[in-house]
């Protein structure tokens, strides 16, 4: 707590923005060392990347008009069970023949019958090789830990590598020391929502302890992300905070 106290001041006496900034979720592209990586915001911790012929779906949710212009995916990413990142609604509607679910036991354990031989099962701190991408799962959880919505163990965040390019996912996570130190982030994408995960506060003290290059706020349903964005800019560290529209029906 005592690490957050400094954000709360710079708070305290910074000016509020008094024009909100015009949201779209419209995709972002980046140039990566094998051609260009594009990225998909979809809803709340839903986001869709295409690289290199290869698409990845991560914790897709949502109604199936959100991915009607996506081609099928290759990998799908699901960090943890919750129904908003496992979706068997959301999956039902995908082409999901060729894909390849990427998820911890807990997930795996709540997947319908029908992807049972598409799963591959990754726990905190594993990580593999699939088309040429790199996957690592991470650790996502609340703190306290012991009785928390979200547990050691029981979830994955994950660390994609894409043509050079570092992605991180958080998952529902609090701003854990697994977080923290993690290091040549190149993408974040980091949750922040009471009462589930963590406040603005703790995701920006977070993220400026490890620097990502590009830092997306997500699943952020009823958080002040211009605030957010205003205390990251305003520590003058090489991070820039993208605003994207996740609610874009709301």
Known sequence: MLRLLPLI??????????????????????ETENGELVIHPILHGSVVFEWNGLNVYVDPWGDAALYEDKDSPDLILISHPHGDHLSPETLNSLNTENA?????????????????DQIMILDNGESLEQNGINIKAIAMYNLPNEGARH??????GYVITMGGKDIYISGDTEDIPEMRTLEGIDI???CMNLPYTMDIYQAASAVLDFEP??????????QDI????EIVDWEG?????????WYPSQ
């Open 237 to 245: 560290k090489n991070i820039e905070v993208r605003l994207k529209d």
């Open 188 to 190: 974040a994408f980091v």
């Open 100 to 116: 390849t679910f990427i998820v911890p036991q807990a997930v795996a354990d709540e997947m319908p019958e029908q992807y049972s």
């Open 226 to 229: 211009e605030r957010f964005k």
């Open 151 to 156: 547990t050691k163990g029981w979830g994955n």
């Open 9 to 30: 001041l710079i708070f305290a006496v910074l000016p509020f923005t008094l024009v909100q900034a015009q949201l779209n979720s419209d995709p972002d592209r980046i």
């Open 213 to 222: 290059a590009i830092m997306y706020p997500y699943h952020h349903r009823g």
